[in-house]
């Protein structure tokens, strides 16, 4: 593995984008098939956003099955091979747009009710500053959508620290060129992120496996500009 | 063991104060003396209220800690047996009050700048009450400050499913007559009461026990009455 940091997370993800494209297509990830699509999907559709921005769309599965719900839904992600394949499958708009790339402008005239991220939050600095440029995508219900890996079923025997950790892809059909570098974030970190980007937490879900009866994630439902009394 | 219930917590506090005065005095808990006492007072000082109130006092050692550094506490707890100890070693105001028999004019002369709950709150419907009714004793800086078991070192093999759990008081000096239930809530459920009661997380602290590099509890410093713009 290259040194793990914002740039080989990029990296692993253009590696592995077919093989990611097939794993998702088949369901082989057995807790997304189980338990935290539909878990991200209840968030959303329990808050009635109009328009929602997909950040980390990769191929795209949410966008569409937000957009069939009748929300007007963008998708955007770095690797060109995931929004061709998004594309090619159409239901949703799609853009190459590297987290980097995001600025305050990107969507002036044409900001979201939400801005969802699916496990679509690995990297450090990357992931502080997108984090931070959100509130400039939303416009009305100012709502921040954030799904991610718990840290109780993540930390196992590793130390309870922020750092970079990774994901070898054991299990799955397809073969994985890259081992994917991610970040872990104690529950502190999260909660310090969206606190200083501006954001309070309305809400926090943690969908449990029917059959492990653990968390599967942990999901982060945030408001931009609460004003203290 | 009693069934496990709000009542069987009090009764088995009644029965075990002896042991846990001379638990306290001897330092026996390591997690305390290594990491958590000093994480809940820095955690309270970084927000230099002027007034406390220290809900499930126990003997008082927290009370006492902060009237040290200059802070007007009074401590409660349901338990005479322990408010009677820390009356007799002083230092700061004490009295005997039970979670239930707290209403919104018990202190409606003498409101607090925060309300601090320390490893206090291990009762079901008792607790979701008394976190509803703590606004009512607040003043001014609206704080609330609960320390809490983590559910990352909690959890261990169990479901992480709300429900009763046990005490065994193992690995300690004294004889405790009896197993203490305490009900674990998920993060989920310790968040949506806490904005159910009209509170905002403005922070959570993870304090990290040196040596094992778990968190030993978690920390949730809330404020009151946000309001959405």
Known sequence: ???????????????????????????????????????IID???????????DVGCGEGWLTRELNLRGIEVTGIDGVAVLVENAKAKGGGKFL???????????FANNRFDA????FSLLGKGSVDNLVNL?????????????????????CNQQPYIDGWRQEFWTGLNSQFPEVTPWYFRKLETWVNLLN??????????????????????????????????
Not at 14 to 35: D, G, H, L, P
Not at 199 to 215: D, G, T, V, Y
């Open 1 to 39: 593995m290259l040194n793990p940091n914002d740039e080989s997370v990029i990296h692993s993800w253009n590696q592995n984008a077919q093989a990611w494209i097939a794993t998702i297509e088949n369901e082989e990830i057995e807790s997304r098939k189980v338990v935290t699509n539909g878990a």
């Open 115 to 118: 801005v969802v991220c699916n």
């Open 43 to 53: 968030a959303i559709l329990s808050y009635s956003p109009n328009s929602i921005l």
């Open 134 to 154: 959100i509130p400039s995508l939303l416009k009305n219900n100012r709502l921040l959508f954030i799904q991610t890996l718990h840290p109780v079923t993540t």
């Open 96 to 106: 190459v747009l590297p987290y980097e790339d995001i600025t305050t402008t990107s």
């Open 196 to 229: 200083s980007a501006g954001f309070s937490i309305l809400e926090c879900r943690e969908p449990i496996h029917p059959q492990q009866q653990k968390p599967a994630s942990i999901i982060f439902v945030a408001q931009y500009n609460r004003i203290i009394t």
